[in-house]
């Protein structure tokens, strides 16, 4: 089992950056592939973007393809999301998930593929 904790939101304005971080607790990080989601008020949780267990491969959404990157450190059990040229439609609470997998990321576009969830970081983006 994993415990995954967020941080690294706020507010920003258009056109900034953030970074998020998701840290996770246990001896098997490298086991997991791990994703990033995001959800704003009144609209269903969305796919950002994926990483698969040995980091080899990333996977985005269209929708932040270009502008975020997804990047882990396994050594200090953390992933993280790089948030280039924020939209004030980047604006959601974001989270972060975990599954144990040895698929490739563009597999981890679902949800409910994952076993584990952060409890969130809020991201403002402020025109």
């Known amino acids: 089992q994993v415990q995954l904790v967020e941080s690294g939101g706020g507010l920003v304005q258009a056109g900034g950056s953030l970074r998020l971080s998701c840290a996770a607790s246990?001896?098997?990080?490298?086991?997991?592939?791990m994703g990033w989601f995001r959800q704003a008020p009144g609209k269903e949780r969305e796919f950002v973007g994926s990483?698969?267990?040995?980091?080899?491969?990333?996977y985005y959404a269209d929708s932040v393809k270009g502008r975020f990157t997804i990047s882990r450190d396994n050594a200090k059990n953390t992933v993280y999301l790089q948030m280039l040229s924020l939209k004030p439609e980047d604006t959601a609470v974001y989270y972060c998930?975990?599954?144990?997998?040895?698929?490739?990321?563009?597999?981890?576009?679902?949800?409910?593929?994952?076993?584990?969830w952060g409890q969130g970081t809020q991201v403002t983006v402020s025109s």
């Open positions: 998930a975990a599954v144990v997998s040895r698929r490739t990321a563009n597999y981890l576009r679902d949800s409910v593929a994952y076993d584990y």
């Open positions: 990483i698969s267990w040995s980091g080899v491969t990333a």
């Open positions: 246990g001896r098997t990080f490298s086991s997991y592939a």
